[in-house]
């Protein structure tokens, strides 16, 4: 592998993790402030990992749901920054005709 290929998935792949951390964030974005109204702030997807508030008060932390969804950016930025090391616009072309293909597979001169 040449110096540039690997910048360039270090790239990716850095900028898919800050994309997969976002999305980790929204669902506490969306709920913060709700302990004041009887509701539940919640961190964490898909795995929910902190929790807070409630009509009764409680704090709920899970360190084996944070971890795995730490895992789960890992693979999945790790996999979508592979997927796309062509560039984009040459990844949607190879799906497109992959599913060409598979659409007219079987039918003669196709």
């Known amino acids: 592998m040449n110096a540039k ?13 800050c994309i ?3 999305i980790n964030l929204l669902p506490y974005l969306l709920t913060r402030g709700a302990w004041t ?15 807070f508030g409630g ?14 969804n730490i895992l789960i950016a890992v693979v999945v930025s790790a996999f979508l920054a ?8 040459n990844t949607f072309r190879k799906v497109k005709r992959t599913f060409r293909k598979a ?8």
């Open 103 to 110: 659409a007219t597979w079987g039918t003669p001169y196709a």
């Open 37 to 51: 109204t009887d509701g539940t702030e919640i961190a964490g997807w898909p795995l929910r990992c902190y929790a």
């Open 82 to 89: 592979w997927f796309f090391r062509d560039g984009t616009g």
């Open 55 to 68: 009509i009764g008060g409680y704090v709920s932390f899970n360190p084996w749901a944070m971890a795995g």
């Open 20 to 22: 997969m951390a976002f």
């Open 5 to 17: 290929y690997s910048a360039m998935f270090a790239i990716r792949f850095v900028v898919f993790g």
